[in-house]
Every structure is written in C-alpha cells, then in structure tokens.
C-alpha cells in the first residue's frame, strides 16, 4: 500500500505505511496530528461505531432532539453530537502525547465515507 492523503472541506485523513511509528494521519484545514497504527486503527473503528449509532438512534428522537453519544479506546476517545442525521465529531487522544480536535457537521459525513475507504 502506498502513501495516501484523503482531503475534504473541513476534514484531512492520511496513513503512510512506511513510517515506524505515526502512520495516521487526522486533521482538518487549521489543525492535524499523527496517529500510531493502532490509534488510527481505533479513530476508524469508533468513528464509524459512533455514525452506526446516531443512525440507529434517528427513529428513537423528535426531529428537533440532539443527542450526544461517547466511545473510547485505551488510546483515544470520540464524541458524536448533533441530530442523528447531522453530527460534530470530538476527539481526545488519551496518551501519553495528549491532543484534541473536532470536525464540524459539514465535514462528518465526507470524513465518514473516507474512512470507510481506509483499510490499514
């Protein structure tokens, strides 16, 4: 697998398999930070357990209800919040670097699609 580099408004999504130690790549247009193979492994896997979830959850709520909706790893910890159909992310990396981001509503939808595409 090559190098690659997955943009969009408000979203940035990388992974490079040649380097030692932060392969991923997270971020949007005013900020990013790198991810070890397992951290960007997690991000993936709980941003989409958390868009399962705001879907799931579109029939359980009044159209104008908001919801929040936590998971985390040993690594990392994500937040969905919005309308299930329209959601901000939150990310907390939880070691021993520490950083924080966020993707808005307008990003979440595209960011969801590329990761999908990502198979590290």
Not at 4 to 27: A, C, F, M, S
Not at 44 to 68: F, G, P, S
Request: glycine residues 6%.
């Amino acid at each position: 697998m090559d190098r690659i580099l997955k943009k969009g408004e408000g979203w940035r999504l990388g992974w490079n398999p040649y380097e030692t130690q932060y392969k991923g790549l997270v971020g949007t247009d005013n900020w990013a930070f790198e991810l070890t193979e397992s951290e960007f492994v997690d991000f993936c896997r709980l941003l989409l357990q958390l868009a399962k979830t705001m879907a799931e959850m579109k029939n359980e709520l009044m159209d104008e209800e908001r919801i929040a909706c936590e998971a985390e790893s040993d690594t990392l910890w994500l937040e969905a919040e919005g309308y299930p159909d329209n959601f901000s992310i939150r990310l907390i990396l939880q070691t021993s670097r520490r950083a924080e981001g966020n993707w808005s509503e307008n990003a979440v939808k595209e960011l969801i699609t590329a990761v999908k595409t990502f198979s590290p």
